[in-house]
């Protein structure tokens, strides 16, 4: 399985990013995470990818959100109403059989907010 992500950048408090990721590879599930210097990385949110379910970190739920595209391979993180605390390198991860153990990673990308 083989990860690429994209689309980080700096924004400013209360604006959006889009972050994609394409996913070559049959996987279970597809995952965001995202780490700051110092801290261990950190759950954001995953998608099941066949069925489709998705869950969510508490600290995101209702700004940012996950969907995928079958036809493209991609799954995309739209993060809305940015703060500051959402500063972080962002990165894409494969559990590919299912069983919570995410052994492939994208390249991480950066997400800035300033406030």
């Known amino acids: 399985v083989q990860l690429q992500a994209s689309g980080g950048g700096l924004v400013q408090a209360g604006e959006s990013l889009r972050l994609s990721c394409v996913v070559s590879?049959?996987?279970?599930?597809l995952g965001w995470f995202r780490q700051v210097p110092g801290k261990a990385r950190e759950f954001v949110g995953t998608?099941?990818?066949?069925?489709?379910?998705?869950t969510y970190a508490d600290s995101v739920k209702g700004r940012f959100t996950i969907s995928r595209d079958g036809a493209k391979n991609t799954v995309t993180l739209q993060m809305n109403s940015l703060r500051p605390e959402d500063t972080a390198v962002y990165y894409c991860?494969?559990?590919?059989?299912?069983?919570?153990?995410?052994?492939?990673w994208g390249q991480g990308t950066q997400v800035t907010v300033s406030s």
């Open positions: 998608i099941n990818w066949s069925v489709g379910s998705i």
């Open positions: 991860g494969a559990d590919r059989y299912g069983t919570g153990n995410w052994t492939y």
């Open positions: 590879g049959r996987t279970f599930s």
